[in-house]
């Protein structure tokens, strides 16, 4: 991809080279890599920080691209990316660009390189594009809370956005991939996602996974209330992905007894590898006002793909859990990432929850299996939070966790994660420039 220009700028803000690759061909065909930006086959790590402070303006944020290879991500060659380098609008106070929640990867133009799609302030998306010398160019898009998908079954990726301008609450835009440089896309479906049981009148799209199995997307909506400005998930809907995009409502999901299955973050991967995507719910706590557990004690659900109903749930009291009890209020099932850490081609689950004793952050490591997710060889590891993403191409994902504002990259493979730091991150390791004057504590990986 070649760079682009705005009045002359350079849009992209490259504090250091960036590696290995002067000529600018598309790679050659083959399977993407998640978050791989140059179409090396490595999958590259992206660390943010929307707290740091940038020309000048506090909390405006930065993202840092730390390319893959046989070894791991490297400092080496690094990129950071902010607002201001876009040239395409300057950041203000708080505008929190590369926010660990609101960010991710995929290819929308179709050259075989991932491209990096990130939100900063309340109604702004960006998308900076891959190329062989890595992230280069941008568009400005307007929208919030961006979800990447094959929602029609093209091949191409789509981009589901909420919060556009002029759109009305609960409705959604489906752009339809690909997308040209400037950030049109094929094609625009609106969706109206407006709650049709009386108890529920928020609507929030969660995840996107093709859980019926038709090789489209589908969208999982969570229905519930706004408490404080906050939702609060209470219901899950499914809505088909179609042709053209035009997603239909399908049915609200339940757990084997029933009951409602939702969760404050959901995400989707194929655990049992049957070729239907499963939904991972963590409920950690619910915010009414003050925050309390859910109904039933912190947890986390998954609910399986398929035309039966299947589901387990994982809480504190689960017999044979990698580290023990009590745990914190409000901690058990926080933050779930998915990916597939020992390379065996089932999707494993980490998640977070506080040890009561000392209030230590553990990650649990949960495999799956044909079975499901499994408490077989699972492992606890120290950590706030964590991502899974495999930098290496070894087909085993590494487990980047987030502690207390350090990143440590952690070896994935056949035995689980190796507990052996292969990288450790500070904001101090990044060399940010002159820029970023406060770099900030709020370091983040980006899965």
């Not at 959901?266 to 070729?275: E, M, S």
Request: glycine share 16%.
């Amino acid at each position: 991809m070649k760079t682009r220009h705005v009045a002359g700028a350079v849009l992209i803000l490259l504090l250091s080279a960036c590696g290995s690759g002067g000529a600018d061909e598309p790679p050659a065909p083959g399977p993407s890599v998640h978050a791989d930006f140059n179409g090396d086959g490595y999958g590259d790590l992206v660390v943010s920080d929307t707290t740091a402070t940038v020309n000048g303006k506090y909390a405006a944020g930065y993202a840092a691209v730390l390319r893959g290879s046989a070894q791991g991500p490297r400092l080496k060659g690094r990129q950071v990316v902010t607002q201001d380098g876009l040239g395409l609008g300057k950041a203000g106070e708080g505008g929190g660009f590369g926010s660990s929640s609101s960010s991710l990867s995929a290819d929308l133009d179709g050259d075989g390189r991932a491209d990096f799609v990130t939100q900063a302030g309340r109604r702004t998306i960006f998308v900076v594009w891959g190329s062989g010398k890595g992230l280069s160019g941008a568009a400005r898009l307007t929208g919030s809370a961006p979800l990447t998908g094959d929602v029609d079954g093209d091949g191409h990726a789509d981009l589901v956005l909420s919060g556009s301008a002029g759109s009305h609450d609960n409705a959604v835009r489906v752009l339809l991939g690909p997308f040209d440089r400037k950030g049109v896309p094929n094609s625009t479906v609106s969706v109206d996602l407006t709650p049709s049981d009386p108890a529920h009148y928020d609507a929030v799209p969660a995840a996107l996974g093709d859980v019926t199995g038709d090789g489209k997307d589908d969208l999982l909506v969570s229905w519930g209330i706004l408490v404080d400005e906050s939702p609060v998930a209470e219901a899950t809907y499914l809505y088909r992905g179609a042709a053209g995009g035009k997603l239909s409502k399908g049915p609200r999901l339940t757990d084997e007894r029933g009951e409602d299955f939702y969760g404050s973050s959901l995400r989707t991967a194929d655990i049992d590898k049957d070729g239907y995507a499963d939904v991972v719910a963590g409920l950690a706590c619910e915010m009414r006002g003050d925050p309390m557990p859910p109904e039933g004690g912190s947890r986390l659900d998954v609910l399986y793909g398929g035309p039966s109903v299947r589901s387990r749930r994982f809480t504190a009291e689960t017999a044979g859990l990698p580290v023990q009890g009590p745990f914190s209020f409000c901690s058990f099932g926080g933050r779930p990432a998915v990916g597939d850490v020992d390379g065996d081609g089932y999707a494993d689950v980490v998640f977070s929850a506080e040890v009561e004793k000392g209030t230590k952050q553990e990650l649990l490591v949960l495999r799956g299996s044909a079975e499901g997710l499994t408490l077989k060889g699972a492992q606890a590891l120290p950590g706030d939070s964590a991502v899974l993403l495999d930098t290496d191409r070894d087909r085993a994902a590494e487990l980047v966790v987030e502690d207390q504002g350090e990143i440590r990259v952690l070896r994935g493979g056949p035995d689980g994660v190796d507990t052996s730091p292969m990288l450790t991150i500070k904001a101090t390791d990044l060399d940010l420039g002159p820029e970023v004057t406060v770099p900030g504590r709020g370091l983040r990986p980006i899965g």
